[in-house]
DNA sequence: AAATCGTGGCG
DNA sequence: TCGCCAAGATT
């Protein structure tokens, strides 16, 4: 913590008594000023629920792919009460090609739990929102800084990867979020909640435009000239591999197929017509299922299949 | 707590 | 071609 004694003008004298974190907002926050993307949900008309909207759909997903999705969604739903009022079938089918279609789902969820418990309105509440299904603590924090200014730790993969390059040294952060990051990121988070709100953003940015995880942008860097990853001579990652996924022939993969079909159907689909999507009988059924079981199909009588609606 | 859950672009 | 990657949540 600071020393209530130090001098106000010799604040490289002592490094160790200096909040850990002032040398990094200010010039990470001026470069967000001149850089920051203009992306809808950031004008001031997006809203909280324009905020939470895109959250959701950024879960996972690149910014270029929401953007037609985002715009819409939101056309077609303005308001919470809006979406809350469809089938969440038809969440399902505007969501498109994002991919993790649960997400669609959790949304019309959250919308609803929103015009029932909240009158309409995107809780300001960091509690309230983390209860809304599809919300953790990612999601949590960030709807409440970016859309109501408040001060939390925002902690996605972006700013980890730079609070593991600049502050820790390494080139990646660990597989799962750590209690180490979160305490850093604790450390680190501004005590005014504007800045602490300018630095979410800031931060986020820096490692989504500049510090990125094939990370060609150190020359572009604000904070280059103190990042530890970059003063030790940037040394490859080691220890366990990093976590792949695998696609091509799993589960999933059939889910998108059968799921694809029933998006495009406007009236109850044939078994025979999603038989067509995947050759091996036994993991077809158990994705139809899986399907039916997360409420992203609903079945019908005679083997008829349609997005829920209800 | 490790596994699961989509999709497409890029080198 | 194929592995990596992209604003996580849930169980």
Known sequence: MTAPTKPPHHSSSAAHDTDPGDALHAPVIDWFAENARDLPW?????????????EFMLQQTPVSRVLPVYEQWLARWPRPA????????????AWGRLGYPRRALRLHGAAAAITERHGGDVPT?????LALPGIGEYTAAAVASFAYGQRHP???????????????????PPNATTAAERKLARALLPDDEHTASRWAAASMELGALICTAKNEGCHRCPIAALCAWRLAGKPEHDG???RGQTYAGTDR?????????LREAHVPVPQSALDRVWHEPVQRARALDGLVSDGLVEPLPEGLYRLPLS
């Open 42 to 54: 950031r004008r001031p008309e997006a809203g909280p629920w324009g905020v939470m909207v895109s």
């Open 82 to 93: 809006d979406l809350a009022a469809e089938a969440p079938g038809e969440a399902v089918r």
């Open 125 to 129: 509440d960091h509690a309230h929102l």
């Open 154 to 172: 925002v902690l996605d993969t972006n700013v980890r990867r730079v609070f593991a390059r600049a502050v820790t040294g390494v080139q990646y």
């Open 240 to 242: 366990p591999p990093r």
């Open 253 to 261: 993969q059939v889910r998108g197929k059968l799921l694809a079909v």
